[in-house]
């Protein structure tokens, strides 16, 4: 009886032991959760932070001065082409539409140009003359 005893002792020891390891190797997994309210304020920051950052991207286009468009006369140099100069003054045109205008203007059938020759172009400025 004593022998019985000592082995149902022996096994709740042996049973006691192991379920303090697994409680042990639970609880050092437990401090790798993340708190939900932590979470929630990092989303709310971010959501926050874009928005943000539309809103000044939205101001900043609100902010274009009116431009004005000007006419004037240019002297070709050498190795210019009207592509040249159109993407110096075209402003927020596109390219070809300010070459085929220049075109009109010059009353050119094409695109060639000579060094010394005078064009007349116009150009865009914030500045009211």
Request: glycine share 0%.
């Amino acid at each position: 009886m004593s022998n019985t005893r000592h082995n149902i002792n022996s096994h709740r020891y042996e049973s006691m032991q192991k379920s303090s390891r697994k409680h042990r190797h639970r609880s050092t997994r437990t401090h790798f959760h993340l708190n939900p309210v932590f979470i929630i304020v990092a989303v709310l920051a971010i959501i926050i932070t874009i928005s943000c950052s539309i809103h000044i991207v939205n101001a900043s286009d609100k902010e274009d001065k009116t431009m004005h468009k000007y006419f004037t006369s240019v002297t070709v140099k050498a190795d210019d082409t009207l592509w040249d100069i159109a993407n110096e003054y075209s402003y927020k045109e596109k390219p070809k539409t300010y070459v085929n205008n220049i075109m009109s203007i010059n009353n050119m059938t094409d695109e060639t140009i000579y060094s010394g020759q005078d064009l007349i172009i116009y150009y865009y400025s914030d500045e009211l003359k």
